[in-house]
């Protein structure tokens, strides 16, 4: 069982950047592959970035160019930078973990909020 706990949600204006985090317990995290979804009001949950165990990441179309995920398996923790954000990037954002061979997450946290005024 892997429980995932993110932070880093706020309110901001468009054009700011903001961080967030998402830290995980179990001791094979590095072995996982790790995601960032985000539900808007009204709107069912979409993918924004992926970051395989072996290095490679993937992006939504929405985000790439302005998000990068990234990951310190020592600290168990994966991270979202948000730069340029815009107000359709508000959101409740999941952070989600899976082991290799599963098609969809297995694992979700409680979610953060993430406002983006204009």
């Known amino acids: 069982q892997v429980q995932l706990v993110e932070s880093g949600g706020g309110l901001v204006q468009a054009g700011d950047s903001l961080r967030l985090s998402c830290a995980a317990s179990?001791?094979?995290?590095?072995?996982?592959?790790l995601g960032w979804f985000r539900q808007a009001p009204g709107k069912e949950r979409e993918f924004v970035a992926k970051?395989?165990?072996?290095?490679?990441?993937s992006y939504a179309d929405s985000v790439k160019g302005r998000c990068t995920i990234s990951r310190d398996n020592a600290r168990n923790t994966v991270y979202l930078q948000m730069n340029s954000l815009k107000p359709e990037d508000t959101a409740v954002y999941y952070c989600?973990?899976?082991?290799?061979?599963?098609?969809?997450?297995?694992?979700w946290g409680q979610g953060t909020q993430v406002t983006v005024s204009s």
């Open positions: 179990g001791r094979t995290f590095s072995r996982y592959i």
């Open positions: 970051s395989w165990y072996y290095g490679s990441t």
């Open positions: 989600a973990a899976t082991e290799a061979g599963y098609s969809s997450p297995r694992y």
